[in-house]
């Protein structure tokens, strides 16, 4: 069975940092593309973050873009997603996914095959 299990999520407040990490079983890693994407109150699921297969390809949404950073260890099976400077904005329920027919990733979110479960991240003004 695949399963994503993602965890790092909490209460920070604007201009502080969390890392989020996403466990991935049942799949071979290695052979996967990984994306974050988010979900605000009242707002549809955005895309945040994707990485390739080895880790050398990485591509951002302008919101975060030079703020936040994904990251993968293939040998763990775990994707991160480092968020610095955070903002009220980035407010929502973080999910991981994997697509396992991408080998670079997608930023549209119906390309990806497995989901997390979700973390909140709240960032008070």
């Known amino acids: 069975q695949v399963q994503l299990v993602e965890s790092g999520g909490g209460l920070v407040q604007a201009g502080g940092s969390l890392r989020l990490s996403c466990a991935a079983s049942?799949?071979?890693?290695?052979?996967?593309?990984m994306g974050w994407f988010r979900q605000a109150p009242e707002k549809e699921r955005e895309f945040v973050a994707t990485?390739?297969?080895?880790?050398?390809?990485?591509v951002y949404a302008d919101s975060v873009k030079g703020r936040f950073t994904i990251s993968r260890d293939n040998a763990k099976g775990t994707v991160y997603l480092q968020m610095n400077s955070l903002k009220p904005e980035d407010t929502g329920v973080y999910y991981c996914a994997a697509d396992i027919n991408s080998a670079t990733g997608e930023t549209w979110a119906r390309w990806y095959d497995f989901w997390g479960q979700g973390t909140q991240v709240t960032v008070s003004s």
């Open positions: 049942g799949l071979t890693f290695s052979r996967v593309s």
């Open positions: 990485i390739g297969w080895s880790g050398s390809t990485t």
